[in-house]
């Protein structure tokens, strides 16, 4: 007897139309359930065609929804000079009783969305709650997700400013996020310009192994809560160090970057979001400590973001069922 499996496209993926808050939600509880020891993360694997370019081999399992699956996807910067999306792949899900594959979709979507939702849930316990004032610097794929997810969990955010290396791409995120979202955005006039008086800083720019980070710690306001996306490509040691409390999303997925070459001059981190989720680690305490994150993405947000699209799939008669 044969099996099937679901295969959702792009398209597919997004017609689904699975809610940013909901994606919160659902990251912030596979948070608190890592936090206690529930799921199963090996740390990712990759090769690397380029140097700045990877393909990387994410899995995990979550106890709570019960789900099991693999990311694959890839970061090649020199697509956009190609026409091509940087980041592209597959997730796979797998039946955690029979092992069985229950569908493929793509992870494009998947990826912009729960890495803006894990952002949020970052700064829900390490911003201060009434931030007025938001910072992304990097306008692209990311710079748009984290701006919809910050919308939806800091919603006295008044000011948007949005800086790019390339000004055109600056002031197309203004113009488009502006006709999409209720709040004033400004293309700011360099990198000081953005971070000084931030509320909330995320830096979403490239990914590099040895970068050459501009962001200086007098930049940086009392008060701030930094969210590094692209690693450590942005702040110099001497802002992480500054820092009141540093978090990471996987302590020992940083420690085994370490390894590989990345953040050698990063100090250590205090440990990871799990942790303050689940209250075993202190997150903000006093409206004037400065703090961050500085996230490597986890398999645990792409399974569990893509058991409620399969679920929702399902429902709607959504993709295409595939003989195994």
């Not at 380029?50 to 990311?71: E, N, T």
């Not at 792949?89 to 729960?114: E, F, Q, S």
């Not at 942005?234 to 020992?252: K, R, S």
């Not at 370490?258 to 001059?265: D, E, I, L, P, V």
Request: charged share 20%; proline share 6%; aromatic share 6%.
């Amino acid at each position: 007897m044969g099996s099937e499996v679901l295969y959702l496209s792009r398209a597919d993926v997004e017609k689904v139309g699975l809610p940013m808050a909901e994606v919160i939600t659902a990251v912030e509880a596979v948070f608190r359930e890592k936090g206690e020891g529930r799921v199963e993360m090996p740390s990712k694997i990759g090769i690397h065609p380029a140097p700045d370019d990877f393909l990387h081999a994410m899995p995990a399992y979550v106890a709570s929804p019960r789900a099991a699956g693999i990311k694959w996807v890839g970061n090649f910067l020199q697509n956009r000079a190609r026409g091509l999306p940087t980041i592209s792949g597959l997730v796979l899900l797998n039946d955690p009783d029979t092992g069985l594959p229950m569908a493929i979709m793509d992870c494009t979507w998947i990826t912009a969305k729960r890495t803006g939702a894990a952002s949020a849930v970052a700064g829900k316990y390490l911003a201060n709650r009434d931030a007025a004032s938001l910072t992304i610097i990097g306008c692209g794929v990311q710079g748009r997700s984290h701006l919809e997810a910050m919308l939806v969990q800091f919603p006295n955010v008044r000011l948007v400013n949005a800086y790019d290396r390339v000004r055109a791409n600056s002031e197309r995120f203004v113009r488009e996020m502006q006709a999409i979202h209720r709040v004033h955005l400004v293309a700011a006039a360099g990198y000081e310009a953005a971070v000084r008086d931030a509320d909330i800083l995320v830096t979403a720019a490239e990914i590099l192994k040895h970068p050459t980070p501009v962001i200086r710690p007098e930049w940086i306001k009392p008060g701030a809560f930094c969210m590094a996306v692209d690693f450590d490509s942005q702040f110099t040691p001497e802002a992480t160090g500054a820092m009141d409390l540093v978090y990471t999303d996987d302590v020992a997925q940083m420690e085994y970057y370490r390894t590989q070459g990345y953040f050698r001059a990063t100090p250590a981190v205090q440990g990871d979001l799990g942790e303050v989720v689940a209250g075993r680690k202190p997150g903000r305490t006093k409206p004037e400590q400065r703090t961050m994150a500085m996230h490597l993405g986890l398999a645990i947000e792409d399974v569990v973001t893509a058991v409620r699209i399969y679920e929702r799939a399902v429902g709607q008669g959504n993709g295409t069922r595939l003989l195994l």
